[in-house]
C-alpha cells in the first residue's frame, strides 16, 4: 500500500520539477521566470522528500525530511525575492502586460532612494538604499 | 538491489530521472540564452532543485539513507549564493 504512495509523490516531484523548468524556459519575463522557477521547484523537492519519507519509514529521516522542508520553504521565497528586488534596482523591464508594478512610484531610479510619504501628497527622499 | 525498470517502483525512478535530466537541459538553454545576468543567476535554484530531486532518486534505488544530508547542504549553499549574488546585482548600480 505504502508503495503506491511513494510512486505517487515521486512522479509528482519529479513532474512539477520538469514543469518549473518548461516555465523558466517559455516564460516572458524575469520576474515570471523567477515565480515560476521557485515555486514550482520547491513544491516538487518537498514532494519528491516526502516520498523518501514514506519508502524509509524511520524517525531519524523523518526528521531530516522535516529539516529540510521547512529550511526549503523559509529560505527559497527570501532568495527569489532578494533577486528579483535587485533586478528591479538595476532597472530590468517587466513584461508589456504586467498590470501592476508597485515599486515603481516609491522608488526614485536616478539617485536609487525610496519615497517615503511624509504628508498627504508630498514626498521626501530620506531613505537611502543600502 | 537496484530494481528493474519493469517494475512499478523501477518504473517511476527511471521516470523521475528522465524528467530531471530534461529539467537540466531547459535550464542549461537558459544558462546559455538567458539575455540579462538574473535570468542565469536563477537558474541555479532550478538546478539545485533537479539536484536534489537526483539524490533522492539515488536514495531510493540503492537504499543509502545517509545521502539525505547531500540534500540539506545543497539547500543552504543555494541560499547562500542566491543572497550573495543578489547583493552583488544591487551593488553595480549603487555604489554604497
Given amino acids: 500500500m505504502a508503495i503506491y504512495f511513494v510512486l505517487f509523490f515521486l512522479t509528482i516531484g519529479a513532474v512539477f520539477i520538469l514543469i518549473a523548468s518548461i516555465g523558466l524556459l517559455k516564460m516572458p519575463d524575469i520576474y515570471l521566470r523567477m515565480s515560476a522557477s521557485t515555486i514550482a521547484g520547491t513544491f516538487g523537492v518537498a514532494s519528491m522528500l516526502v516520498a523518501v519519507a514514506i519508502h ?11 529539516g529540510v522542508i521547512i529550511f526549503l520553504i523559509l529560505t527559497v521565497p527570501v532568495g527569489a525575492h532578494m533577486l528579483g528586488r535587485s533586478s528591479h534596482i538595476i532597472g530590468l523591464p517587466m513584461w ?10 516609491k522608488y526614485d531610479h536616478e539617485n536609487h532612494t525610496f519615497k517615503t510619504f511624509k504628508k498627504e501628497g508630498e514626498l521626501k527622499n530620506d531613505t537611502k538604499e543600502a | 538491489m537496484i530494481p ?5 517502483i523501477g518504473f517511476a525512478l527511471h521516470f523521475a530521472l528522465v524528467c530531471l535530466s530534461l529539467a537540466y537541459f531547459a ?7 538567458g539575455p540579462t545576468i538574473p535570468d542565469r543567476i ?26 539525505i544530508n547531500v540534500a540539506l547542504v545543497i539547500a543552504l549553499i543555494v541560499f547562500m549564493g542566491n543572497v550573495a549574488f543578489a547583493k552583488y546585482l544591487k551593488k553595480t548600480v549603487c555604489d554604497d
Fill in chain 1, 56 to 66: 524509509f519509514y524511520d524517525f531519524g529521516i523523518f526528521l531530516h525530511i522535516a
Fill in chain 1, 96 to 105: 508589456h502586460k504586467t498590470v501592476r508594478d508597485d515599486m515603481k512610484d
Fill in chain 2, 4 to 8: 528493474a525498470a519493469d517494475t512499478p
Fill in chain 2, 27 to 33: 535550464a542549461l538553454y537558459r544558462l546559455l540564452k
Fill in chain 2, 42 to 67: 536563477i537558474v541555479i535554484d532550478l538546478v539545485a532543485s533537479a539536484t536534489i530531486g537526483v539524490v533522492l532518486t539515488f536514495i531510493i534505488l540503492t537504499g543509502k539513507t545517509i545521502f
